[in-house]
C-alpha cells in the first residue's frame, strides 16, 4: 500500500486590527496544502501577519523574528512569512536586516502567497511581493471569525481620508470596495450554515461603496440588505468615520432592530485645534450631534471609541477638552493611545512633539477616568433584562456561556444546555469594570 504523504503544517500569528483577523482567515483558506499547526513547534510555514499602527507593534514583529531565527537554525524544512502592514512598509528592510525570512507580503498581496511557495520550492522565487499595492479587489470577501456563530465580511480595503498621525492609507493603500451583490451572497451562505451575527470590516466602512456606487447612500443600501436576510440576529459594523457618518446613518438604527444599540465611532481627541491639525474633516460639535442622534433613539445608545493622547501640539488645554468629551460622551470602552510618529505621515515632522512622560501621564489620567465610566455604566446594568446573542461556551467550565447584550457589553451565563447560537432573555445580576454576569429568564 502507498504511504500517504503527511500534509505540511502552518502556523499564523496575527498582531492588530480585526481587517488583519480576516486576512489571517483568508491565509488559511487559501493554502490548501496545509493544516493548522499546534504551534510553532510543529509548522513548516509560519506566518506572522503584522501591525504597523505604532512603533510598538513593529517593535514586537522584529523581536518575535529574533527568536524564530533561532528555530530555523535547527530545523532546515521551516519558512517564514511575514505579512501584512509592517510587510508593506518595511519589507525591504525587514529582508536585508533578518535575511531568514522566505517571504514578504504586503496586505493586498496575501492572495499570492500559494504561488510564492509554490515556486520558491522549484527554486524561481524572489519570495517578495511588496513593489506595489496592488489596487484590485478581485479576490473574494474575507470570511473570518473566532466563533462559529459570529463571523466578519470584509467588504473594502484601504482608506483615502489619510489622517495626519496614520499609515492606513500607506499601507493598505485607496479605498477599493467589494460589489454589493459578492458580499450579500456571502452573508447568505454564512446564516444558512448557523452564522447568527455578521460584522462588516473595512478601514472606513462608512464610505463603502463611493468608487463603485458614487449616488445614494451604498453603505445604507448594503446594511439594509443584509439585514433583510432571514436568520441573522444581528449586524454591527467597523470601523465607522465621523466624517461619513450620516443622518440616513443613524436613522437606520431606529428601522433596523439587528443592528443594536452600539457603534464603534473614533473621536481621537476632543479639541477642534487638535482635530484640525490631524486633519480629522470634524469638531467637536459634529461628534455630540451624532451621538445626539443616536440617543435620541435611544437613550441607552451605546458608543465605544478610540483616542490618542500627545499628539503633536497637544497642549493641557487641549488634553482637558477631550477629557471633558470622553466626560459628555459617556462610551462604553475607550480603545486609547499614546500618539506614535510613523514614516511618511505629516505628523512625524510637526515640530512640537510631546515628551513620552507627559504622555504616559495623560494616558494613564484618561483611562483613569475611563475605567471609571465603564465601570459606573456597567454597574447600572445589574437588575435590567437584556436579550443576549450567545456566542461561545467556556473550554474551561463546560457549564458557562458568553454573549453579548444589545450595547455589545460581554455577559456572563450558566446554563445546563447548549445555548450557543440563541438570542436568551437574560436579568443581570453583577457587573464590574469588565463584563456583565447574568441569568437566563
Ligand atoms: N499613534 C497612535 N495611535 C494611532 N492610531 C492610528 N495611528 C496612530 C498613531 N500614529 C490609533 C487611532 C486609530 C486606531 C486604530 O489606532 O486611534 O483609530
Ligand atoms: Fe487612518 Fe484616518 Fe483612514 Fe482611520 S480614517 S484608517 S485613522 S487615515
Redesign the pocket.
Known sequence: MAAVKARKKIHIETWGCQMNVADSERILQLMTDYTRAQSEHDAQLIVLNTCHIREKAKHKVISRLGRLRKLKRVRRDLKIAVVGCVAQAEGKRLQREVPDIDYVLGPAQIEQLPQLVKEQQQGTALGFATKKIATDTEAGPTLTGQFEISRFINIMQG?????T?????FT?GPERSQPRERILAQAQQLVHSGVREITLLG??VNSYGQDLYPKGNPFVDLLRDVCAIDGLQRLRYT?S?P?DFTPALSALFAQQPKLGRYVHL?V?SGSDRVLQLMK?KVNVARILAIAAALRAHAADFAISTDVIVGFPGETDEDFEQTLALLAELRCSFVFSFKYSPRNNTPARRFRAQIPEAVKKQRLARLQQLQHNITTALNLAEIGQQRQVLVHYRSRKAGHIYYGRTVHFRPVRLVSEHDIVGQMHAVQITDANATALCGKLL
Open positions: 482608506c483615502n481620508n489619510y489622517c498621525f496614520c499609515v492606513v492609507p493598505r478601514q472606513n470601523t468615520n466624517h473614533p481621537q480629522r
